[in-house]
């Protein structure tokens, strides 16, 4: 079994910053993707980002690239996303999630463990 414990979500201003955490325990972490979704109010939940098993490629929604930098570090079991210049529209839970593939995947179908999940709040 794989637990997944988001942390570092919070109330920030537009124009922020923001580092969330992602430790993984339980089955090998390596080499798999992992990725981090959000679900705003009233919407469905999206990708964010992701990065691959080995960590040298990763991939943004459209919404976040270059403002959000996923990172992972294998040794500590842990994923990372650094969000830089918040916007309200961020506000979301964001979740991480890992799949059972090297290579990274944006349909949420191919992610079979999830977080619970950490709220962002990006007031105007």
């Known amino acids: 079994q794989v637990q997944l414990v988001e942390s570092g979500g919070g109330l920030v201003q537009a124009g922020g910053s923001l580092r969330l955490s992602c430790a993984a325990s339980?089955?090998?972490?390596?080499?798999?993707?992992m990725g981090w979704f959000r679900r705003a109010p009233g919407k469905e939940r999206e990708f964010v980002a992701g990065i691959s098993g080995s960590g040298r490629i990763t991939d943004y929604s459209d919404s976040v690239k270059g403002r959000f930098t996923i990172s992972r570090d294998n040794a500590k079991n842990t994923v990372y996303l650094q969000m830089n210049i918040l916007k309200p529209e961020d506000t979301a839970v964001y979740y991480c999630?890992?799949?059972?593939?090297?290579?990274?995947?944006?349909?949420?179908?191919?992610?079979?463990?999830w977080g619970q999940g950490t709220q962002v709040t990006v007031s105007s």
């Open positions: 999630a890992k799949t059972r593939y090297s290579n990274i995947q944006s349909d949420q179908q191919y992610y079979v463990y």
């Open positions: 339980g089955r090998t972490f390596t080499p798999y993707a």
